[in-house]
Structure formats: structure tokens, C-alpha cells
């Protein structure tokens, strides 16, 4: 069946430091999307990578799509603490299921 | 305006009662969800419905019942509540093959059975 794997689960960052989280999948993805939970809140949609190799920046946000669509990151640069939150990848196999990912949860130190 | 809104936002109940979670969404969107998620933060999708047609199920007890009266409502109905339903499950709609957007979700209902 299909796996896809987030890593870190925790990271505990200093404000201003970088931050990248992960996600990996045993098999070829069609696209990857990827959410924000606030603590107490609920996912809020990011941003969705479809092609190969692509590449998105929001602010301080850089999202990857790997070449073989097998993995993803989400890579945040000089975290503040209002970046705090869970983060998820997401994923379907081309019907309405989408698939989240374990998260990652980022904690930032003031 | 709310874009999708999920009714009771905290609910406490005692095992073996039955209750429901109402949800509704003003975007237009045609499908409609349910996840839940566990004191991990793990997100499962429970179930999913097209224009008021189930088309997503679970592997779910059927204690729990959804029910679409239209496609901007979809209500989650749980029979016999366990200890184990304690949880925070939400709603979310999309646009049917419209991935771009992603998800909307609702702020969330917290179950707590005891």
C-alpha cells in the first residue's frame, strides 16, 4: 500500500534559525499538498506542488517537489514564533482521498 | 462570513450516549469530509461525500453515520459512544477535481467521552 513518511516528527528550533521538514513516499505521487495547524487550530491549506523537480516560495516558505515526485519539503528560513504549528504533507492518488501525512510539530524558542 | 462551520466546537458526553456534529459550507464546493484526529495529531479521513452521494468510507464503525441533507451540509451522527471516540474530528470541503485550492477545513469539534 502506499506509505509516505514526515520527518521530524518534533523540532525545537531558536528563533531565527532554519527549519525543513520532509515527506517520502514509496511510490510516485501525482501532486503534494501542504498544511499549517496553529496549536488549537485547524489545517489551513499552503500550497500544492504537481510537477517534477517544482519549486514554490512564499515569503519565507520554499517548498520542493522531488524529481521522481517521491518526496517533498517544506523548508521555512529564519523562523519566528508566529511559525509555530504542526505541519503536514497531503496527498491523493488522483481520486478525492487526500492523505495526510504523520507532521511534524515546530516549536520555536524565543 | 465563516467558510466552513462545524457545530459544537467542544462537546463532553458520557459512553453509550449518541451525538451528533453538524457541518456546514457557504463556498460552493461539492465534496464534503470528515477526519478525525487523534491526541497524536495523526489526520484520517473518515468520509467523504459528492453533491449529497457517499463516495468515501473508511474502515469506520457504523456507530458513526454521516448524513448530507444538500452538498453545503454534512452532518457526522455517533451512535454509542466509546471511550476511544475522543478526539478533535473535523469538516472540510473542496471542489470537486479542482486540487489547486486544497482543502477548507472547519475549526474542529472536541470529543471528549467519559
Known amino acids: 500500500g502506499q506509505q509516505v513518511m514526515q520527518i521530524p516528527q518534533y523540532q525545537h528550533v531558536q528563533e531565527g534559525e532554519d527549519f525543513t521538514t520532509y515527506c517520502n513516499s514509496s511510490?510516485?505521487?501525482?501532486?503534494i499538498q501542504w498544511y499549517k495547524q496553529r496549536p488549537g487550530g485547524h489545517p489551513v491549506f499552503l500550497i500544492q506542488?504537481?510537477?517534477?523537480?517544482e519549486v514554490k516560495k512564499q515569503k519565507r516558505l520554499t517548498f520542493q517537489f522531488g524529481e521522481a515526485k517521491k518526496n517533498s519539503s517544506l523548508h521555512i528560513t529564519a523562523t519566528q514564533t508566529t511559525d509555530v504549528g504542526t505541519y503536514f504533507c497531503?496527498?491523493?492518488?488522483?481520486?478525492?482521498?487526500?492523505?495526510f501525512g504523520t507532521g511534524t510539530r515546530l516549536t520555536i524558542i524565543p | 462570513d465563516t467558510a466552513v462551520s462545524q457545530t459544537p466546537k467542544y462537546l463532553v458526553t458520557q459512553m453509550g450516549n449518541d451525538k451528533s456534529i453538524k457541518c456546514e459550507q457557504n463556498?460552493?464546493?461539492?465534496?464534503m469530509y470528515w477526519y478525525k484526529q487523534d491526541s497524536k495529531k495523526f489526520l484520517k479521513i473518515m468520509f467523504s461525500y459528492n453533491n449529497k452521494e457517499l463516495i468515501i468510507n473508511e474502515t469506520v464503525p457504523n456507530r458513526f453515520s454521516p448524513k448530507s441533507p444538500d452538498k453545503a451540509h454534512l452532518n457526522l451522527h455517533i451512535n454509542s459512544l466509546e471511550l476511544g471516540d475522543s478526539a478533535v474530528y473535523f469538516c472540510?470541503?473542496?471542489?470537486?477535481?479542482?486540487?489547486?485550492?486544497?482543502?477548507?477545513f472547519g475549526s474542529g469539534t472536541r470529543l471528549t467521552v467519559v
Open positions: 497531503a496527498f491523493n492518488f488522483g481520486n478525492e482521498k487526500l492523505t
Open positions: 472540510a470541503s473542496s471542489p470537486q477535481g479542482n486540487w489547486n485550492y486544497g482543502y477548507t
Open positions: 511510490t510516485t505521487l501525482s501532486n
Open positions: 463556498l460552493g464546493h461539492d465534496t
Open positions: 506542488l504537481v510537477k517534477s523537480g
